[in-house]
Nanobody, 113 residues
Framework: QVELSESGGGLAQAGGSLRLSCGALGRTDIMAWFRQAPGKEREFVATITWSGGGTSYADSVKGRFTISRDNAKNTVYLQMSSLKPEDTAVYYC?????????WGQGTQVTVSS
């Protein structure tokens, strides 16, 4: 059983920055961030291996967002910079353990132009 809890969302101006955190209770492995904008499907944002040595990003955020993790704190981060209005969405963290998907409750990010 894994519980994920996101925090750090809020309102930012275009060009600004926010850092999201995802705290986990229980064992985690590969972690990822997804987002869902109003009226759109949930989409992949970034992923990171357990060691932190492997990361991957959606083309839409590459070069602006950075995913990282602190296994001692069982926490994954998403540093978001150069924010754009189209980054507005609810951001979710995710992990897959023994073929079961675990999601957090999400945190709202709103970017104003």
């Amino acid at each position: 059983q894994v519980e994920l809890s996101e925090s750090g969302g809020g309102l930012a101006q275009a060009g600004g920055s926010l850092r999201l955190s995802c705290g986990a209770l229980g064992r985690t492995d590969i972690m990822a961030w997804f987002r869902q904008a109003p009226g759109k499907e949930r989409e992949f944002v970034a992923t990171i291996t357990w060691s932190g040595g492997g990361t991957s990003y959606a083309d839409s955020v590459k070069g602006r967002f950075t995913i990282s993790r602190d296994n001692a704190k069982n926490t994954v981060y998403l540093q978001m910079s150069s924010l754009k209005p189209e980054d507005t969405a609810v951001y979710y963290c995710h992990t897959l353990i023994k073929l079961m998907n675990y999601w957090g409750q999400g945190t709202q990010v709103t970017v104003s132009s």
